[in-house]
Every structure is written in C-alpha cells, then in structure tokens.
C-alpha cells in the first residue's frame, strides 16, 4: 500500500493494525550474553507472533542482529540490509521495540527514518509510541532518540568509573579464574 494511502487511512481513524500492509521486524541486542539472547528470542517471537495475528498484514521475515551496539550502523549487517530491502520496495512497515534498539544515535535516528519514509517505508516504535507516518513523529523522535543516546553517555561513564574503581581496589576484571 502507498504510503499516502496510509497516510490518509490513519487520518481517517483506521488503525494501521487493520491496513493491507507488508511488515516486518527489526530486533537487536548489544551483547551475547544469555540474558539478551533470550530477550532476542523473545523479541523474535513476538514481533512474528503479532505480525502474523494480524488479517491484513502481510508477515515479511524479520531483521535481526545479535551481539552488536546501536551506537553505530556499520557493523549491524541486518540493519543495512533492511534498509536496501526497503528501498527495494519488499515491505511497507517496520516494527522495532523502542528507539534505542533501532540507533542510539539521534542523527542515525533521523537520517534513517526520513530516507524509509522517502522509500515508502513506515517505522513504529512499539515501546515508545512513534509511528513515523504521525505528523509530529519528527519532533517525538529527535526527543526520544536524544534521550537514548544521553543514557549510552551515562552508562558508558559508569562503567568507565566502575572499572576505575575495581583497578584502584586491587579487583580481577573479567573471568576470575585465572
């Protein structure tokens, strides 16, 4: 469906859970360990669980890459992918947990969504309420997405002082069976 065909469906009071579209998923974590990789599964399921309970949505396999930081896009092989795919016309939605998952990076934040929506392609944020066909999705996202990557800044500097902080202790860093 074009998406000012949506567009105009929306405004209408259509809700996009019952528009004809194609979508699909994007899912990421930072790390390998356990705890993410089964949040990644989880991700996993419900995004394909969801899109598929829905009648009109048509269920594209998901993008997902494992183990890598949002800080950048360069190394986030699915993310790149999904970006030629959707130029490439293959989908007409994307749905992502929340903005962090997606870029930690405001203006990677930005550029992305604008260069989907001139491709034709929708972003929704479940966990934070921005679909990017809403006439305010901008502002609501340079907001969200600069709150994100403040959070990176923040947990970065504590780890930073934490591993200061073990050095001057005297503690092992990393496996302690060494």
Same mark, same amino acid.
């Given at each position: 469906?074009?998406?000012?065909?949506?567009?105009?469906?929306?405004?209408?009071?259509?809700?996009?859970?019952?528009?004809?579209?194609?979508?699909?998923?994007?899912?990421?974590?930072?790390?390998?360990?356990?705890?993410?990789?089964?949040?990644?599964?989880?991700?996993?399921?419900?995004?394909?669980?969801?899109?598929?309970?829905?009648?009109?949505?048509?269920?594209?396999?998901?993008?997902?890459?494992?183990?890598?930081?949002?800080?950048? /896009?360069?190394?986030?092989?699915? #993310?790149? &992918?999904?970006?030629? =795919?959707?130029?490439?016309?293959?989908? @007409? !939605?994307?749905? /992502?947990?929340?903005?962090?998952? #997606?870029? &930690?990076?405001?203006? =990677?934040?930005?550029?992305?969504?604008? @260069? !989907?929506?001139?491709?034709?392609?929708?972003?929704? #944020?479940?966990?934070?309420?921005?679909?990017?066909?809403?006439?305010?999705?901008? !502002?609501?996202?340079?907001?969200?997405?600069?709150?994100?990557?403040?959070?990176?800044?923040?947990?970065?500097?504590?780890?930073?002082?934490?591993?200061?902080?073990?050095?001057?202790?005297?503690?092992?860093?990393?496996?302690?069976?060494?």
């Amino acid at each position: 469906m074009d998406i000012r065909k949506i567009r105009s469906e929306l405004r209408m009071g259509r809700p996009i859970y019952d528009l004809p579209i194609r979508v699909t998923f994007y899912a990421r974590v930072s790390t390998d360990q356990d705890e993410q990789l089964n949040s990644l599964e989880n991700q996993v399921q419900y995004y394909t669980e969801l899109i598929k309970s829905k009648k009109n949505w048509t269920f594209v396999p998901g993008y997902i890459d494992e183990g890598i930081s949002g800080t950048s /896009t360069r190394k986030r092989d699915d #993310f790149n &992918r999904m970006i030629r =795919d959707a130029k490439a016309g293959l989908f @007409d !939605l994307i749905i /992502t947990k929340e903005i962090s998952r #997606f870029a &930690r990076n405001t203006l =990677d934040s930005i550029q992305y969504t604008r @260069d !989907l929506l001139s491709a034709g392609v929708a972003v929704f #944020f479940q966990n934070d309420g921005v679909n990017t066909l809403d006439e305010d999705s901008e !502002l609501r996202l340079s907001i969200m997405s600069s709150i994100a990557q403040d959070e990176l800044r923040k947990l970065s500097s504590r780890v930073k002082f934490g591993h200061q902080q073990a050095i001057k202790d005297g503690v092992v860093l990393g496996n302690s069976r060494i």
